[in-house]
T-cell receptor, first 113, second 120 residues
């Protein structure tokens, strides 16, 4: 069975600092991994996805993530945080032929001025 | 030009009532989903439909009944509402994972804005 674990339910960074949100996965088959962002009172928006084409994946808004099979990780990074990045971030894996997403617990990112 | 829309955005009701949430997508997708987000923001799939056919039913109480009148709509009807049903419900859609000889498990799912259900 597939699962994802996000380390840290809340991360706080200063504006301009590096953002690192951690995600580890467990999968019995090669996984497809996603990062979604949820702004307050809104739906989820895809930031990026790993489809096995490349281990370093670039997404929207300056975010990127690196798939590391040896570490079963898919951490999300951004070199310089903006105030507008404050949101809830979800790591997810697709689980079966139905395409359902299995989500991590979410990480709330706060950005301090 | 909203891609996935849900109505209503907020729903406040009493225990025991029956309510429906509507979802529509204009992306031409064949597959639609319902997810539930609880008070701790944990997201869990409830159902998925492909071309009006139920594909996934994740141990959801049978008080919840999805209905897909056509592939652009997936409504969620809830009978005998309970306090524990209070949550945010998200509709999503994607291209058919099984299209083109699939499965294509990395199709992006597009989410609606959510419906916040409060049961008093």
């Amino acid at each position: 069975a597939q699962s994802v674990t996000q380390l840290g339910s809340h991360v706080s960074v200063s504006e301009g600092a590096l953002v690192l949100l951690r995600c580890n996965y467990s999968s019995s088959v090669p996984p497809y991994l996603f990062w979604y962002v949820q702004y307050p009172n809104q739906g989820l928006q895809l930031l990026l996805k790993y489809t096995s084409a490349a281990t370093l994946v670039k997404g929207i808004n300056g975010f990127e993530a690196e798939f590391k099979k040896s570490e079963t990780s898919f951490h999300l990074t951004k070199p310089s945080a903006h105030m507008s990045d404050a949101a809830e971030y979800f790591c997810a894996v697709t689980a079966d032929q139905g395409g359902k997403l299995i989500f991590g617990q979410g990480t709330e990112l706060s950005v301090k001025p | 030009d909203t891609a996935v829309s849900q109505t209503p955005k907020y729903l406040v009701t009493q225990m025991g009532n029956d309510k429906s949430i509507k979802c529509e997508q204009n992306l031409g997708h064949d597959t639609m989903y319902w997810y539930k987000q609880d008070s701790k923001k944990f997201l869990k799939i409830m159902f998925s439909y492909n071309n009006k056919e139920l594909i996934i039913n994740e141990t959801v109480p049978n008080r919840f009944s999805p209905k897909s009148p056509d592939k652009a709509h997936l409504n969620l009807h809830i009978n005998s509402l309970e306090l524990g049903d209070s949550a945010v419900y998200f509709c999503a859609s994607s291209q058919d994972p099984m299209a083109s000889g699939g499965p294509i498990l990395y199709n992006e799912q597009f989410f609606g804005p959510g419906t916040r259900l409060t049961v008093l």
